[in-house]
């Protein structure tokens, strides 16, 4: 192979690594990590994980505005745990799920007494909060 041609491959590799990367704003899922922080009942631990949704809810309304609701089985070393998708949608776009979509979702995890919840899906308007998304189908909804 000519020399040119090989630092072409190399460039248009690491193009479309850095492309993959940005199209999960930087962040790549670890759900070994998502599922300690639950086992270890760490609230406010930033977490990214990625699973189907074994559940779709209906959207809620609250005094934080609205949020559409989906369950995520989150699986990492044989375990395997249900997490809520808390996703407010008064600030960020919804997310179009269905059952068995497979998505990665990023935000600030919450051990509550009906289980962990994940939430701050979406950018933060004053800036308290890291941003995080939803990502399904190639596309992010944050």
Known sequence: M???KAAARAALSCFACALASCSLGGVNPDNASALDA???GQSGTEVTVEGPVVRVLS???GAQGVHE???VAVRANNTEQ???VADNISIGRA???HQGDDVTVRGELA???GGPVIHWTHNDPRGRHQSGF???GGVLYD
Do not use: G
Request: without cysteine; hydrophobic residues 50%; proline residues 12%.
């Open 134 to 136: 939803v990502r399904l």
């Open 69 to 71: 609701q989906f369950i």
């Open 59 to 61: 959207t809620h309304s």
């Open 82 to 84: 249900d997490v809520l």
């Open 95 to 97: 997310a179009p799920v």
């Open 111 to 113: 051990i509550d007494p």
């Open 2 to 4: 000519r020399p040119w």
């Open 38 to 40: 639950i086992a270890h």
